[in-house]
C-alpha cells in the first residue's frame, strides 16, 4: 500500500487529495519526509509510526495536528499505534518492538467505552506477535492466550455489576481500507450471560414506583444463532467515535437466529441478518452504542447494546404466514409473513414520562433523555397489518386451526375476525414500512416470578403500549382502534348486534362491523331505560377499545366535531322514581358542569388516578379543560372523605369514599349530574319552590340550579344468561345532598312579569300579606339527602322551614309576646322522610314537635297551637312547554284558644280542636332548553277553607257570661270568606252590638263560626 505526504505536514495519507475523508495516517522516525513511503516496507523497516483518528476538515490546521500526534507517539519509545481524537488529543496506545514482517507486541492498553473495557495486554514473559497483512491491507495482533492472562479481551460491566471477561475467537484486526478504516475488529461468540453482561437488547427506562430509583429493563432479542446456542458477532471498536453507528458496533454474523419474538400459536420466530445493501439505513445487521443511565434518566454513565437494522422473519413449523405478538398479550398483532422484513431504528425515546396531553399536542408516553430501538415492519408481497385486540375481547372466531406441528401440543387458534387497526380495512394505500413503534420481544424473560414480572408489565401498559397505540391510530386513516371499516366503502346500517367489547360492555355492532353503540346499565321498573352512547366517533370508540382506561369526560363534542350522542333518552338513569339526567349540559351555581368517570383500571383508584393526568385517556379531547376538571374532582372527593371521618359509617358519603378508593372497583361514575325535575315524585317537585339563595346584591333568588346528583355509579353490568349478549339488572348507586346555601329565611322573590303585574293589581287588597303571601309566609328548603343503593332508595331526610306570620288576618308571635325580647323567627320545622311497603313507596313531611303561637291584639284570638304540620303535594298545571305550575299545601292539626271578654263571652272555648287548616304554595318551574332551571312566582295563601272541627276534643267555658252556656248553641261549621263576604248573602241577620262598646262589628266578614 502506498501512502503520500500530505502538504509537506510528514503525515502520510492513502489520499492526500482528499484529507478530510482520512481516518488513518502514517507519520516516520525522525526528519525523513519522502513524497511516498510502502507501508509494507515501513512497517518491515520499523521506521513509522501508525495513527488513527476521526475524519475531519482540519483546514490549514494539519501540520500542527502532525506535530501533536507525533509528538505524543514519541513519549515511549517504538509506540507504534495511536489512536487519537479529532482535536489530537490522546486516547490509548499500542507500543511494538523488533523489525520484520513479525514484531512484538510489548506496551498494551485499556480502551474504555464507559462501563465496556476492549483490553489489549503483553501476557508476562510471552512474545505477541503484530504483522501487516500486505494483501488485505491489515494489521494483526495475535490473540494469546496463557494462563489467566489474555493479549485481547472484552470487560463488559452492566451498571451496578461485575466485569465480565469475553475472549474473542480470532486475532485483532486493524483494517486500513473498506468500510472502516483505522477501527480496531475483533469476532466474539455471545452465549447469554456474555449478551447479559453487554445488556445486549432494546431497553427501557423509568422510575421505580413509590421511589426515587431508575428503573431499567432489558429485553434479550437475539438469543442465539440458528445452529447454537451463541450468538455470532464481529465487534469494531474506534474509540474516537463510540456513538457513530458505523465506527462502533457489533455485526450480527449468524445467517440465522432464533429470537424472543413469538407468534400467537407460540411459535418462535427466526430471523436473518441482513447485509444492508437494500435496507433503508444501508448498514448491515448490528448491536450499537448507546446511552445508559444508571440512577437517574438523562445521565451518560453508561452503555448498552441496541439492535439496528434490518432481519427478514420467518417462523418456525411449516406456516408461512401468522401474527406476531407486540407485547406480553396475545391479542395485540402485526402480521407477517415469511420473507417479511423487520427494520430496528436506533436513537428512539426510551425513557418512561406519561406526560399528559395538552391542548395543542398529543400526551408522551416516553421521551427521548434516554434511547433505545423502535421498530417497523414491511413486505414486499403483502401490506402488514395491526390488530390491537385488547384481551378479553371477544371479536374472534373460532376456525379449529391448530399449532401442534412443531409444539407439540394442540394449540387452538382464536381467529381474528377481519378487522385491522392499522392500516384500516379496505385501505388501497401502496405498500410501505408499518410507522415506528417501540416494541419488544417478550419470549426472551424466562420464568419471572410475579414481582420480578410486575415492572416489564408497568412500563408496557403505562409506557410502551399506549406510545405504540398513539403512532399506530395516527397513522390510521380512520384514526382509530376500534372495529370498523373505512366509512366510505360500508356505510352506516340500521340493524345492530350486540357484542361485548373489551371492558365487558355491550356494544352495538352494525352489519359492517362498525361499532356505533355502548350500553353500561339499565333502569327502572321495566328495565327498558338503557344508559348508553350512541353514534360514537372515532375517538370514544378508540378511548374504549383497550385493556385498561380511565376516562373523564365533560363534553359530547370535540373540535367542532361530534365524539357521540348522548341526549334524553339514553342519558337517563331511574331509581325509584328519580330520574337522574346524565346529559353533559348545565352546571351547579359554582359552574362545575357534569362530569362522567370511565374508569376500567386495575390496580388503581379512582382517586389515586385522578390524581395522575397522564394516565387519563386523551384528556383534552374528553375534557374542556382536564386541569379544572381534576380540581373538581379531588375537591369533590376530598370533602367527602372528610364528612366521613367526622360521622364515620353512617355518613351518606361513606359508600361514595369507598368507592373511589377501591382499585377493583370497575365502572361509571358520574359527578354532579342533573335531575330531570320535571319528572321527580310529585313532593320532591313541590319542594323545589323552597329551594332559594341570596345572591350578590342579598336578594332571594331561585337556587334549584344547585339541586342535583352529587353522584351516579354504576358498577360494570353483567350480561344475561341466554345465548344473545344483553345487558342484565345493573348495580347502580347515587347520592342527592341539597343543602341550604346562606342563611336567608326569607321566601323567593324572583317574579316573572306577570306574577309583578299580579301583586301590584293586589295592593289595595284586604288582604295583610299581599296576593302572594310572602309577606306573612316563607318556606325554604334547609337539607334534603337522598340515598339510593342496589338500585333503590335506602334512606331519605329532609328539613323544611316553614315562616308563619300571620293567621286568620292576625299577626302572631311564636311563644308569647314579649315587647322587651327580640322578634323571634317563626318558624316550623318540617323533616321529610321515606318508607316502602309492599312496593308502595311514602315520603312524609311532618313537623317533629309542638308549636305554640300567640295572636297580636287581637279582640278574640289568643293563642292557636299547631301539634301537627304536613306538607304534601296537590297538583301540577303546565303553562307552556318550558313552564309548569306546582301547587302544594301545609296541612296543620292543632286547637285555638279564644279570648275571654268581659261582656258576653261570645266564643266561650276554652280549647277549640281543629283539623285541616290550611297554607297553599304554588310556584312556577322553568326548563328552558338552554338555560338553568329556575323557580319564580311562589305563592302562599292561608287557606282555611277545609278547616273541620273536633267537638269531642273541644273544651268550652262555663261560666255565667260564656254565650254558648246561655242559650241553646251548638257549634256546627266554619266559614272562610276570601273577599269579606256581606253575611247578609249567608241569609244570617247581623247585630250590632256597637253601642255597648265591648265588639265591633260590621257586615261583612273574613272568618265565621256557625
Not at 62 to 90: E, H, L, Y
Not at 238 to 244: E, I, R, S, Y
Not at 675 to 696: C, F, N, S, T, Y
Not at 845 to 854: D, G, L, M, V
Amino acid at each position: 500500500m502506498e501512502l503520500y505526504q500530505f502538504a509537506d505536514t510528514g503525515l502520510y495519507l492513502v489520499d492526500p487529495s482528499q484529507p478530510q475523508k482520512a481516518t488513518w495516517g502514517a507519520l516516520l522516525y525522525g526528519n525523513q519526509r519522502p513524497d511516498k513511503i510502502n507501508l509494507g516496507t515501513s512497517f518491515t523497516n520499523a521506521d513509522s509510526y501508525y495513527a488513527f483518528f476521526p475524519a475531519a476538515d482540519r483546514g490549514t490546521a494539519w501540520s500542527g495536528f502532525s506535530d501533536q500526534i507525533k509528538t505524543q507517539m514519541k513519549n515511549v519509545s517504538n509506540r507504534r499505534f495511536g489512536f487519537f481524537k479529532a482535536d489530537g488529543g490522546g486516547l490509548g496506545f499500542l507500543s511494538v518492538t523488533g523489525s520484520g514482517g513479525s514484531q512484538t507486541l510489548n506496551g498494551g492498553q485499556d480502551f474504555a467505552f464507559r462501563n465496556i473495557i476492549f483490553r489489549v495486554m503483553q501476557p508476562s514473559n510471552q512474545r505477541v506477535d503484530v504483522t501487516y497483512n500486505e494483501a488485505t491491507s491489515t494489521f494483526h495482533i495475535a490473540n494469546l492466550i496463557v494462563g489467566s492472562q489474555v493479549t485481547v479481551s472484552w470487560l463488559p460491566s452492566p451498571a451496578g455489576g461485575t466485569a465480565r471477561q469475553i475472549i474473542p475467537t480470532g486475532d485483532l484486526i486493524i483494517p486500513l481500507t473498506g468500510p472502516t478504516p483505522g477501527v480496531m475488529r475483533t469476532d466474539l461468540s455471545l452465549d447469554l450471560d456474555d449478551q447479559a453482561a453487554f445488556e445486549t437488547g432494546p431497553m427501557y427506562f423509568g422510575p421505580v414506583q413509590g421511589g426515587q430509583d431508575l428503573l431499567a429493563l432489558r429485553y434479550p432479542t437475539f438469543l442465539s444463532g440458528g445452529s447454537g446456542d451463541k450468538l455470532g458477532v464481529t465487534a469494531f471498536a474506534d474509540p474516537a467515535q463510540q456513538l457513530d453507528p458505523t465506527r462502533t458496533y457489533f455485526e450480527l454474523t449468524d445467517k440465522a437466529l432464533l429470537s424472543g419474538l413469538v407468534t400467537t400459536l407460540g411459535r418462535q420466530i427466526s430471523l436473518t441478518p441482513r447485509d444492508g445493501t437494500q435496507d433503508p439505513q444501508k448498514v448491515s445487521t448490528r448491536f450499537v452504542l448507546a446511552d445508559r443511565p444508571v440512577t437517574a434518566t438523562g445521565q451518560q454513565q453508561a452503555y448498552y447494546l441496541t439492535p439496528m437494522g434490518a432481519l427478514t422473519l420467518s417462523q418456525n413449523g411449516e406456516a408461512a404466514a401468522g401474527e406476531m405478538i407486540c407485547g406480553y398479550s396475545s391479542t395485540e398483532v402485526f402480521s407477517f409473513g415469511d420473507g417479511d422484513v423487520l427494520h430496528f431504528w436506533p436513537l428512539q425515546p426510551a425513557q418512561m414520562v406519561n406526560q399528559p396531553a395538552t391542548a395543542k399536542s398529543l400526551p408522551r408516553y416516553l421521551g427521548g433523555d434516554a434511547t433505545t430501538s423502535w421498530v417497523s415492519l414491511s413486505s414486499a408481497a403483502a401490506q402488514n397489518t395491526y390488530f390491537s385486540q385488547p384481551q378479553g375481547s371477544p371479536i374472534y372466531e373460532d376456525d379449529g386451526q391448530t399449532g401442534g406441528e412443531t409444539t407439540g401440543y394442540d394449540a387452538y387458534k382464536l381467529k381474528f375476525k377481519p378487522i385491522a387497526a392499522w392500516p384500516a380495512l379496505g385501505s388501497q394505500a401502496a405498500l410501505q414500512p408499518s410507522p415506528l413503534v417501540p416494541l419488544v420481544a417478550y419470549g426472551g424473560l424466562d420464568n419471572l416470578s410475579k414481582a420480578d414480572a410486575a415492572p416489564f408489565q408497568l412500563l408496557e401498559s403505562k409506557a410502551i403500549n399506549p406510545a405504540r397505540r398513539q403512532v399506530l391510530s395516527t397513522a390510521n386513516p380512520a384514526r382509530s382502534f376500534a372495529p370498523m371499516v373505512v366509512a366510505s366503502q360500508a356505510a352506516e346500517t340500521d340493524d345492530l348486534i350486540q357484542n361485548m367489547t373489551p371492558l365487558g360492555l355491550v356494544g352495538g355492532f352494525d352489519t359492517n362491523s362498525i361499532w356505533r353503540e355502548t350500553s353500561f346499565a339499565i333502569s327502572g321498573k321495566t328495565t327498558k331505560r338503557t344508559l348508553q352512547f350512541q353514534n360514537m366517533g372515532d375517538a370514544i370508540r378508540s378511548a374504549l377499545y383497550q385493556n385498561q382506561i380511565f376516562m373523564v369526560i365533560d363534553q359530547d363534542t370535540f373540535d367542532a366535531a361530534p365524539l357521540f350522542t348522548f341526549d334524553a333518552a339514553d342519558a337517563t338513569v331511574e331509581l325509584a322514581d328519580w330520574f337522574f339526567d346524565l346529559r353533559l349540559k348545565g352546571t351547579d351555581p359554582d359552574g362545575v358542569p357534569p362530569i362522567i368517570i370511565l374508569k376500567f383500571f386495575r390496580d388503581k383508584s379512582i382517586k389515586e388516578l385522578a390524581q395522575d393526568q397522564s394516565i387519563w385517556e386523551a384528556a383534552h379531547t374528553f375534557s374542556s379543560d382536564p386541569d379544572t376538571r381534576q380540581q373538581d374532582i379531588l375537591k369533590i372527593i376530598t370533602e367527602a372523605e372528610a364528612a366521613v371521618d367526622k360521622e364515620g359509617h353512617s355518613s351518606i358519603y361513606y359508600n361514595f369514599v369507598q368507592v373511589v378508593n377501591d382499585p377493583q372497583f370497575t365502572g361509571l361514575l358520574a359527578l354532579n349530574t342533573a335531575l330531570d325535575l320535571q319528572d321527580l315524585p310529585a313532593v320532591i317537585k313541590a319542594l323545589m319552590g323552597g329551594m332559594v339563595r341570596d345572591d350578590e346584591s342579598g336578594q332571594t333568588v331561585s337556587n334549584v340550579d344547585a339541586f342535583r346528583a352529587h353522584h351516579v355509579g354504576v358498577s360494570i353490568s353483567d350480561t344475561g344468561k341466554g345465548d344473545s349478549v344483553t345487558l342484565d339488572s345493573s348495580s347502580i348507586f347515587a347520592l342527592v345532598d341539597y343543602e341550604d346555601s346562606g342563611a336567608s329565611t326569607t321566601s323567593l322573590q324572583t317574579q316573572s312579569d306577570a306574577g309583578l303585574a299580579r301583586d301590584l293589581e293586589m295592593l289595595g287588597s284586604i288582604y295583610p300579606c299581599g296576593k302572594d303571601g310572602l309577606t306573612c309566609y316563607g318556606f325554604k328548603v334547609i337539607y334534603l339527602r337522598a340515598l339510593f343503593e342496589n338500585n333503590a332508595l335506602s334512606s331519605f331526610d329532609a328539613e323544611v322551614d316553614l315562616s308563619v306570620n300571620n293567621l286568620f288576618a292576625v299577626g302572631v308571635n311564636l311563644g308569647e309576646l314579649n315587647a322587651d325580647a327580640p322578634p323571634k323567627d317563626n318558624i316550623i320545622k318540617i323533616n321529610g322522610s321515606y318508607s316502602e311497603h309492599d312496593g308502595a313507596q311514602t315520603y312524609s313531611f311532618i313537623a317533629k314537635k309542638t308549636y305554640e303561637f300567640s295572636f297580636d291584639s287581637n279582640t278574640y284570638l289568643k293563642k292557636i297551637t299547631f301539634d301537627k304540620v304536613q306538607f304534601s303535594a296537590t297538583e301540577e298545571e303546565s303553562g307552556n312547554a318550558t313552564t309548569s305550575t306546582i301547587s302544594s299545601r301545609f296541612a296543620i292539626w292543632g286547637s285555638m284558644e279564644f279570648n275571654q271578654l268581659d261582656f258576653l263571652d261570645m266564643f266561650s272555648f276554652e280549647k277549640l280542636s281543629f283539623a285541616d287548616l290550611g297554607i297553599e304554595m304554588s310556584y312556577q318551574l322553568v326548563l328552558e332548553p338552554k338555560a338553568q332551571p329556575r323557580t319564580q312566582d311562589l305563592s302562599m295563601t292561608f287557606a282555611p277553607g277545609n278547616l273541620r272541627f273536633d267537638f269531642g276534643a273541644t273544651k268550652q267555658r262555663t261560666e255565667d257570661d260564656s254565650l254558648l252556656a246561655l242559650l241553646p248553641f251548638k257549634l256546627k261549621s266554619f266559614l272562610y270568606s276570601e273577599n269579606g263576604q256581606n253575611i247578609s248573602d249567608l241569609d244570617y241577620f247581623g247585630v250590632s252590638l256597637n253601642s255597648l262598646g265591648q265588639v265591633d262589628t260590621s257586615p261583612t266578614f273574613n272568618f265565621a263560626l256557625i
